[in-house]
T-cell receptor, first 112, second 118 residues
Framework: KQEVTQIPAALSVPEGENLVLNCSFTDSAIYNLQWFRQDPGKGLTSLLLIQSSQREQTSGRLNASLDKSSGRSTLYIAASQPGDSATYLCAVRQGGSEKLVFGKGTKLTVNP | GAVVSQHPSRVICKSGTSVKIECRSLDFQATTMFWYRQFPKQSLMLMATSNEGSKATYEQGVEKDKFLINHASLTLSTLTVTSAHPEDSSFYIC??????????????FGPGTRLTVL
């Protein structure tokens, strides 16, 4: 059974810092991995999707990497801003399935 | 494109009543829709997967008779929480995916519905 773990559970940083969020998964037979952002009481916004054959994806100040063999992904946020404050969720899709398995998320607070 | 809406966004009901939540794909046809539940500070947990015109597939531990799912069209799925109890209070999120060229697209998520059962 796939399990997804995100570390740390919460993170507080001053504005302008570069930071890394971590995601690990137990079963490396994944189809893809996706990072989402969730604001309080809101739905999910997809940030980056990495296919199993890819190593990384970039969008603006965000960069996500994937090391499938070791079961790890990182989300790098450059020059953090208060507007980046949210919970970041990592989810993996298994090969041969449409199901997503989510981690519990990392709650990020960027202080002005 | 690929917008998913949910209605209502928030509902408060008395214990024992039934509540219906709608999930719509606004600008695409969703071959598959998913229903998730999220408790405070917890991850999203998949409750069931539904395909248009067929019965939903429920995850282990999810009561089929309590959480009724209807996927009547390619743009609408409904989740009915029957005889709701306070422990059913949660954030319910739907997602929708489409099949294109034989491959299933990514899931597009709705904004969620906050259910509070008194």
């Amino acid at each position: 059974k796939q399990e997804v773990t995100q570390i740390p559970a919460a993170l507080s940083v001053p504005e302008g810092e570069n930071l890394v969020l971590n995601c690990s998964f137990t079963d490396s037979a994944i189809y893809n991995l996706q990072w989402f952002r969730q604001d309080p009481g809101k739905g999910l916004t997809s940030l980056l999707l990495i296919q199993s054959s890819q190593r990384e994806q970039t969008s603006g100040r965000l960069n996500a990497s994937l090391d499938k063999s070791s079961g790890r992904s990182t989300l790098y946020i450059a020059a953090s801003q208060p507007g980046d404050s949210a919970t970041y969720l990592c989810a993996v899709r298994q090969g041969g399935s449409e199901k997503l398995v989510f981690g519990k998320g990392t709650k990020l607070t960027v202080n002005p | 494109g690929a917008v998913v809406s949910q209605h209502p966004s928030r509902v408060i009901c008395k214990s024992g009543t039934s509540v219906k939540i709608e999930c719509r794909s606004l600008d695409f046809q969703a071959t598959t829709m998913f229903w998730y539940r999220q408790f405070p500070k917890q991850s999203l947990m998949l409750m069931a997967t539904s395909n248009e015109g067929s019965k939903a597939t429920y995850e282990q531990g999810v009561e089929k008779d309590k959480f009724l799912i209807n996927h009547a069209s390619l743009t609408l799925s409904t989740l009915t929480v029957t005889s709701a109890h306070p422990e059913d209070s949660s954030f319910y999120i739907c997602s929708a995916s489409r099949t294109s060229g034989g491959a299933t697209d990514t899931q597009y998520f709705g904004p969620g519905t906050r259910l509070t059962v008194l």
